[in-house]
């Protein structure tokens, strides 16, 4: 089972807002609305950012927001911050074989 | 407070196992799977191994199945990650995760991490 294919980076200016996209099978992300989100700074363990793709944890700021179009998830950042400059994951349930959860390539958000 | 604590990472050969551990506090254990994700040195994150919360789901990567078994203690809020036959591409941080709810399913979420422990597999 191949991760799921994200791009290797993103960037955006303060105030702005970026789509990060995460693109599976339909065997996973286009099976399943299941799909959250991590947000990982350096040196620090990820932080869920997102599940059932478009719910958001307590807590998490409302400038997170998720979607979903056929095999393809969404992140979008809204109203950027300097505090949102990490590496973002996605995940998925996948039912093609094992493993049963698949993370995606993950994307290094910059802020500019 | 959620709390996940990994212990028993560190260096060693080719061949040879480790055990790790995972202490959970804050929260209900016996309610919630569990989950063992690894991330290699500068790459991305992979989910290595999952128990749900009876031990009667249990699951692995292909990457690990056959050398890795994954055990909870409940009365202990413990999860274990015994390791043997490590090789070279084991070296990783691995997290303990903590599961949405109590089994593997399609709703499997990983809500809370530990701060990892770091196995190093080298001669």
């Known amino acids: 089972q191949s991760a799921l294919t994200q791009p290797a980076s993103v960037s955006g200016s303060p105030g702005q807002s970026i789509t990060i996209s995460c693109t599976g099978t339909?065997?996973?992300?286009?099976?399943?609305?299941?799909v959250s989100w991590y947000q990982q700074h350096p040196g620090k363990a990820p932080k869920l950012m997102i599940y059932e793709v478009s719910n958001r944890p307590s807590g998490v700021s409302n400038r997170f927001s998720g979607s979903k179009s056929g095999n393809t998830a969404s992140l979008t950042i809204s109203g950027l911050q300097a505090e949102d400059e990490a590496d973002y994951y996605c995940?998925?349930?996948?039912?093609?074989?094992?493993?049963?959860?698949?993370f995606g390539t993950g994307t290094k958000v910059t802020v500019l | 407070e959620v709390q996940l604590v990994e212990s028993g990472g560190g260096l060693v050969q080719p061949g040879r196992s480790l055990r790790l551990s995972c202490a959970a506090s804050?929260?209900?254990?016996?309610?919630?799977?569990m989950h063992w994700v690894r991330q290699a040195p500068g790459k991305g994150l992979e989910w290595v191994s999952g128990?749900?919360?009876?031990?009667?789901?249990?699951g692995y990567a292909d990457s690990v199945k056959g050398r890795f078994t994954i055990s909870r203690d409940n009365a202990k809020n413990s999860l274990y990650l015994q390791m043997n036959s490590l090789r070279a591409e084991d070296t990783a941080l691995y997290y303990c995760?903590?599961?949405?709810?109590?089994?593997?399913?399609?709703?499997?979420?990983?809500?809370?991490w530990g701060q990892g422990t770091l196995v190093t597999v080298s001669s």
């Open positions: 339909s065997s996973d992300v286009g099976g399943y609305n299941y």
């Open positions: 995940s998925s349930y996948t039912s093609s074989s094992t493993p049963l959860y698949v």
């Open positions: 128990i749900s919360w009876n031990s009667g789901s249990i």
């Open positions: 995760a903590k599961d949405i709810q109590g089994h593997l399913t399609t709703v499997t979420t990983f809500c809370y």
């Open positions: 804050g929260f209900t254990f016996d309610d919630y799977a």
